[in-house]
């Protein structure tokens, strides 16, 4: 499955191959590389833009280095959901890998890699994959709704970087 959604700046494009455990995703932002890094990497910002409009996220723990731990609780009308992971390799606006399990199912551990590249003018494309530890899981988290949260996100990302 392919989808993409065109915004005021740019394009979301979700990949999501059949019979592979795999989600890819491509979005550009009008912003720096450094910019769009810090706000995966500074606690204070990611709490503003990661997930849909409709949660909160609450950081419990952030080290945002090669090595360093993280974790954070999102919060809607339905309740509280936990999410905690590992920083495999931080290098500054260009790459970041990292784990990534939700402790609703705690034996489900996704690889995520996430690549900056510098599109010049002041544009990055952001590039992600994430890895997940069976097909089950894959399409579990699709069919959570995924989609929706990643495009409102993003969105959300964009307007923070637009504002400074």
């Known amino acids: 499955m392919t989808t993409t959604n065109d915004t005021d700046y740019s394009t979301l494009q979700l990949d999501v191959p059949e019979g592979i455990q795999t989600v890819s995703i491509t979005r550009d932002f009008a912003a720096t590389p450094d910019k769009v890094f ?82 010049g003018d002041g544009r990055t494309r952001l590039q992600s994959t994430s890895v997940f530890d069976s097909l089950e899981s894959r399409d579990g988290m699709v069919a959570s709704g995924m989609e929706h949260g990643i495009r409102e996100g993003y969105d959300k990302l964009e307007k923070m970087l637009a504002e400074g």
């Open 38 to 119: 810090r706000a995966h990497t500074d606690p204070e910002l990611f709490v503003k833009w990661c997930g849909p409009d409709s949660i909160t996220n609450t950081i419990r723990e952030w080290d945002a280095q090669t090595g360093g731990k993280w974790s954070y609780v999102s919060t809607d009308d339905d309740g509280e959901y936990g999410f905690f992971g590992s920083f495999h390799e931080v290098r500054e606006n260009e790459r970041i890998v990292q784990t990534f399990t939700f402790e609703g199912f705690p034996d489900a551990v996704n690889l995520e890699i996430l690549t900056l590249t510098d599109l």
